[in-house]
């Protein structure tokens, strides 16, 4: 079968070939949100096959298996691994127009050397040979990364995490960087069954009772402190939409005693609006005094399939896009009231909704003050939309309304080591729009700037974000 990832892989001229190859393709990757494990990492994680690479924990390859009619025992199910990898090949293999498509041959060319797609046909023949490259030890976690030219990259780590992974990977001979990330939604979420639970984990490491929301702050200080100690330099948040309000007529204080008094209490909207509005403020000014960065990830449904919810839990792949809403009121209202106190963080600001592309990137220049290149961004394009159209339409609207050479570029948002790939996927895309205009006359092929903005979007502008 004839080559599939050739250098001319998605770069459509020579211009955008030589600008990939010149420029991008070298450069260290700095991984500034994933969902790699760090007790991977302090171990040194062997792989016995590739399904455990794979299929373990990804689910777009999972939404992908199920649209394809396989059953669930071959995707999260007790199915062997190898009948698991084989079921994966009939599902991709005419997978046209999804990027898990070009992803899993990325990554077989990479690590691998494997050039021909992956069909069920060349499936068995696949699968004995990254067997024998995994059982050898070559693709371990730290060796993956080392290929891969990984200088640095952030877990995402609950504020409870006594960050001991960190410590011993931190004492290895790992010269990539692994730092942790500050990701607080169990604490911000009080409507969640887990959260008086979890509140008592909280209150467990930092050795102190939780009765009132200075106490709460005083306790997440503590964390924060911990957590900055081990490098953190940025936080991230997940939520469905932004929680903000003024003037109610309750207090986070006022929420915070209910819930601890009665767990299966019922809050009202303008109670959750009040606690969230709350710990955000507090968060986003301990941020900025930090020199943090703070990333917004909105849009998204999570676990709308309870049958699936219960089979496989959370994170199986029924997670979907939330339908456009006024995104706007809340955040400025956020941004407005930080900045009024000089107390603005740098933010990073994620839609999972791609019709909010412009709506971000117009409201990002409205709190840009000069002070530091690209401190309020669009980020990059995430989950449902980090694939090619969604990652051009991500940066057409950035080039329509701000300044592209600011960006801070692309991130694996990934629980696999494998896909630093999307590193290269994204170079390429880059690379490709660049390489079009200049050929088309719409900017000059000036390398000394051309040079400098891929240079800063695919490295330096994460690596500075971080302070590496």
Known sequence: MKRFITDHFLLENNTALNLYNDYAKDLPIVDYHCHIESSE????KH????AQLWLGGDHYKWRLMRASGIDERYITGDAPDKEKFMMWARAVESAFGNPLYHWTNLE?????????????LNAE???DKTEKILKSGKLTARSIMKMSNVEAICTTDDPADSLVYHEQIKDSDLTSKVLPAFRPDNIVDIEKSTFTDYLKKLEQVAGRTVKSIDDLKEVLVSRLDHFEAHGCR???????????????K??????LAKRIADPEADLTREELTAYKTDLMLFFAREYARRGWTMQLHFGCKRNVNTVMLNKAGINCGCDTITGAFDIVTPLAGYMDELNSESLLPKMIIYSLNPVDNTVIDTLCGCFNDGSVPGKIQHGAAWWFNDNLSGMEDQLKSLCNQGSLPVFVGMLTDSRCFLSYTRHEYF??????????????????????VVKDIIERVCYKNARDMLAL
């Open 125 to 127: 023949d696949i699968w």
């Open 234 to 248: 940025i936080s991230d948040h997940g939520t469905e939409y932004l929680w903000y309000g003024k003037d109610l």
């Open 250 to 255: 309750v207090s986070a204080d006022d929420v």
């Open 427 to 448: 170079r390429r895309i880059f690379c490709n729009m660049l390489g079009v205009e200049i050929e088309r006359g719409r900017f000059p092929e000036d390398k000394r």
């Open 108 to 120: 077989l060319a990479r690590y691998f050397d494997i050039d021909e797609p992956l069909t069920v």
């Open 41 to 44: 990492i302090a171990e040194d």
């Open 47 to 50: 792989y016995e096959n590739i």
